[in-house]
């Protein structure tokens, strides 16, 4: 773009009180060009006050007044939702990243427990192109616990009821945090 001294010749009134000014400014060629503003602002520009034009020189009529909010407000805008959602997948890579080494140190030095499957059902608090993914529900009664415990396995695209129907699945668990717990799914299909 190319700049230009231009001065405030009329003012606008919006009906909600703002003023968009017109403002003449000469482009490279000599050419008088009024540009119109829409941007409505209170307090507004003073007839006869001088501004910066910037333009086109392909085609001066397409101009604007040389103000911070009229170059980065855009930048501004789509830079901050750039950083919220940079932010919000951060921090989802982050869980995921922190609970597979959880389940990695759980497997390697979690204590050991066959739990039996009481269920298979559909997840219903996740939904993909208008579908459940599936879990299975185990059952296990850990050692000097009063009563039996019950563990969630990981999510499947498919009903995995044929393949676990009357089986056991290894369950690795903290002995310090019972609470930290995976279900061994590992020789099940994908």
């Not at 119109?36 to 086109?56: C, F, H, K, M």
């Not at 009903?159 to 369950?171: A, K, Q, S, T």
């Amino acid at each position: 773009a190319r700049r230009s001294p231009g001065e405030v010749v009329a003012l606008r009134r919006s009906n909600k009180g703002g003023h968009a000014p017109d403002v003449a400014f000469t482009a490279f060629d000599g050419r008088q060009i009024v540009h119109r503003s829409n941007v409505y602002s209170t307090p507004a520009y003073a007839i006869g006050e001088q501004v910066t034009i910037l333009y086109d020189p392909s085609n001066p009529e397409d101009s604007t007044i040389d103000t911070f909010t009229g170059r980065w407000l855009m930048a501004l805008i789509f830079g901050i939702i750039g950083v919220v959602d940079l932010s919000v997948g951060s921090t989802f890579l982050w869980l995921r990243a922190r609970r597979k080494r959880e389940i990695a140190w759980l497997l390697r030095h979690g204590q050991r427990v066959m739990a039996k499957v009481v269920a298979t059902e559909e997840d219903r608090k996740v939904r993909v192109n208008r579908k459940h993914p599936w879990i299975i529900r185990c059952e296990a009664t850990l050692p000097g616990a009063p009563g039996p415990r019950r563990f969630t396995s990981r999510r499947f695209w498919y009903d995995p009821e044929e393949v676990v129907r009357g089986r056991e699945l290894p369950v690795y668990y903290d002995p310090q945090d019972p609470d930290r717990s995976v279900v061994d799914t590992g020789e099940l299909p994908t």
